[in-house]
Structures are given as structure tokens and as C-alpha cells.
């Protein structure tokens, strides 16, 4: 077997195993999930598994890491004061991946992740409202709205992939755009506050 077929499998391996783990935390923590109901479920064969994972943590972790890693260059590359641009490159992302998403927003992903997104899109807000605001100085306040801010929206997505996402990519698009321009005209007129 030629290199780049090798490759090709382990790819596809991984992906099944991905792909499969993420639907299993979505229904239940990742503590519950057993190599057997994993390997059963991704139709691959338990010395696949071991092949590329000590355990499930490890596999866990290495999605974590890649949906961070995806997340953070889809930020740093697409960055835009329009709020608009930036959720649509958001929710495509979020159409592509559904299954991570999912997993994502699930209730049973682990803190230490969603502390990981928490912070990157935190970070990616605050610097939208600081250049919206002509500032540089990131007030306690500030820190505080962002914070609200974040977790509402995280809270309208989670309810959106517990539909299965059957609400319009187009309408949330819109409605967070519109929750963002009244958080940054909110900002604006109380500017000496914040």
C-alpha cells in the first residue's frame, strides 16, 4: 500500500472515530463513553482506535484542539467590524461541522473547553468594541457586558443545535448581528462608563 492510501485510511479512520465520538457527547459526558460503544458506533475496529489514541480523553482532546485551533485561524483570518460577516463565516462553519458543533453545545462537553471558547470569543469580542469604541482600555464593565453578551449568544446557538438546526442559518445570522449593533450602540452612549 502506497504512502498517500496510507494516509487516506488513517484520515478516514480518524474521521469516523471523530465524527462518532462527537455524536456520542452530545447524548451523553464523555466519561460515560466506552472504547467497545465508540468503536461499535464508528465501525472500526478497537486496534484502529489504539492505533492513534491512548484512550477517549485522548481523542477528546485532540478534537478540542482542532475545533480551538479551526475557531481561533477562522477569527484571525475573517476578523471584520461588520458583525454580519463575522457570524456568517461563523454559521457556515457551524454547517459544516455540525457534529462538532453539536458536540459543542452540548450540555455535556467538558469546562475546560468551553472555558477555551469562552475566552477566544470573548478575547474576539472585546476587540471588536474596543475599535468600535476608539478605545484601548478594556474597563472592568466592559469585561462584565462582554460576558453577558457571550453567554446569551452561546445560549440562542445551543438552543439552535438542540433543534437540529432547523431554524434559518440567515435568520440567526441576522438576529446575533442585530444583538450585536445594539450592544455596541449601547456601548457607544454610555462611553464614559465603560
Not at 492505533?51 to 484542539?65: G, K, T
Not at 461541522?97 to 452540548?106: D, G
Not at 473547553?113 to 472585546?126: I, Q
Amino acid at each position: 500500500m502506497s504512502a498517500t492510501q496510507n494516509d487516506r485510511r488513517v484520515r478516514k479512520s480518524k474521521k469516523l472515530l471523530q465524527d462518532s465520538l462527537a455524536t456520542l457527547v452530545s447524548e451523553k459526558g464523555v466519561h460515560h463513553i466506552t472504547i467497545k460503544e465508540l468503536t461499535n458506533k464508528a465501525d472500526v475496529h478497537r486496534s484502529t482506535f489504539y492505533a492513534h489514541y491512548a484512550d477517549i480523553y485522548d481523542l477528546y482532546e485532540e478534537m478540542e484542539n482542532m475545533v480551538i485551533s479551526e475557531l481561533t485561524e477562522l477569527i484571525e483570518t475573517n476578523f471584520s467590524l461588520d458583525f454580519t460577516i463575522n457570524y456568517q463565516i461563523l454559521f457556515d462553519y457551524i454547517a459544516e461541522n455540525k457534529h462538532f458543533c453539536k458536540m459543542l453545545f452540548s450540555n455535556h462537553v467538558t469546562h475546560s473547553f468551553f472555558d477555551r471558547l469562552t475566552l477566544l470569543f470573548k478575547n474576539a469580542c472585546l476587540k471588536s468594541w474596543c475599535i468600535a469604541l476608539n478605545t484601548t482600555d478594556v474597563s472592568e464593565e466592559l469585561n462584565y457586558l462582554a460576558q453577558y453578551h457571550l453567554q446569551g449568544c452561546f445560549a440562542m446557538i445551543r438552543q439552535w443545535a438542540e433543534t437540529d438546526f432547523a431554524y434559518p442559518k440567515e435568520k440567526m445570522t441576522d438576529l446575533l448581528s442585530t444583538i450585536d449593533v445594539t450592544s455596541t450602540t449601547y456601548l457607544a452612549t454610555h462611553k464614559k462608563g465603560v
